[in-house]
């Protein structure tokens, strides 16, 4: 059974930074490209950052500069280092996991509120 557990969301002030994680159980870590999605109040979700298996990143332009993507596969987990933050980073940040057998879309974590206030 796959479980991705997100953790670290918190409310913090304008221009403070906060680390997300993820640990991912019941699948392949490194054959498995892991993802950063975000659902703002009252909008869509959308993808924040995404590493692939072998490390390739990619960030919405948003977050460019600011936000940060790594796994660490002793662990299975990915991180979401997030700096400088603004209040349009206020959002529930979800966890994603892609592999050869997973189901379209993936698998989904549960997760995490961030707020930042100004």
């Known amino acids: 059974q796959v479980q991705l557990v997100e953790s670290g969301g918190d409310m913090v002030q304008v221009g403070g930074s906060l680390r997300l994680s993820c640990a991912a159980s019941?699948?392949?870590?490194?054959?498995?490209?892991m993802s950063w999605y975000r659902q703002p109040p009252g909008k869509q979700r959308e993808l924040v950052a995404t590493i692939s298996r072998v490390g390739t990143k990619l960030y919405a332009g948003s977050v460019k500069g600011r936000f940060t993507i790594f796994r660490d596969s002793a662990s299975n987990r990915v991180h979401l280092q997030m700096n400088d933050l603004k209040p349009d980073d206020t959002a529930v940040y979800y966890c994603?996991?892609?592999?050869?057998?997973?189901?379209?879309?993936?698998?989904w974590g549960q997760g995490t509120q961030v707020t930042v206030s100004s």
């Open positions: 019941g699948i392949i870590f490194s054959n498995t490209a």
């Open positions: 994603n996991a892609v592999a050869p057998t997973s189901p379209g879309g993936g698998y």
